[in-house]
């Protein structure tokens, strides 16, 4: 056995509480907001590749239940399974089909949950350097290319009223 319940929990305790100093560390967030950075970042980085993976996943669990299924002719335990396969897989898509507009609601374009949260974690680990949007800044040339310093933050003129 690799390791106990109670050491797995006490390792995945230290790493959440790892992310969670990362999180607030460069800068004052809540707790809850850090947690709240924590999840919007991951669900963001699941949310691009899940359709794809997802459907992929499905078309190949019923290719595979489909050979299973003519292989099985004579053999009735095999055709239940490679039936139960097929049943699997299609709940599997329902379940992916419901969860992807769902996720795109907390991390797309016209999201409300996820709101503000890149801005509220600088991107660069304390100590780096400043300049992208959302990082505070005070003279000009302290933000990264076309972004200008408007009323102390990095700003996107192009997407964000500066005026």
Do not use: W
């Not at 707790?31 to 950075?37: F, G, H, Q, R, S």
């Not at 050979?67 to 699997?88: M, W």
């Amino acid at each position: 056995m690799i390791g106990s319940k109670k050491s797995l929990k006490t390792k995945l305790a230290i790493i959440l509480l790892c992310l969670l100093y990362l999180a607030t560390s460069a800068s004052a967030l809540t707790i809850a907001e850090a947690i709240k950075n924590v999840v919007c970042k991951v669900l963001k980085t699941v949310m691009d590749p899940l359709p794809t993976i997802g459907v992929s996943l499905v078309l190949l669990m019923i290719i595979y239940a489909a050979v299973k299924y003519v292989y099985s002719a004579d053999d009735p335990g095999g055709r239940k399974q490679a039936k139960s396969i097929i049943v699997n897989a299609l709940i599997g898509g329902i379940i992916l089909l419901i969860a992807v507009p769902l996720g795109k609601l907390a991390v797309g374009s016209n999201a409300t949950f996820c709101e503000g949260t890149d801005s509220a974690t600088p991107t660069t680990l304390p100590g780096g350097p400043p300049g992208n949007e959302g990082d505070p800044c005070s003279d000009p040339n302290e933000c990264n290319g076309n972004l200008l310093c408007f009323n102390g933050v990095c700003t996107d003129c192009n997407t964000h009223p500066c005026a």
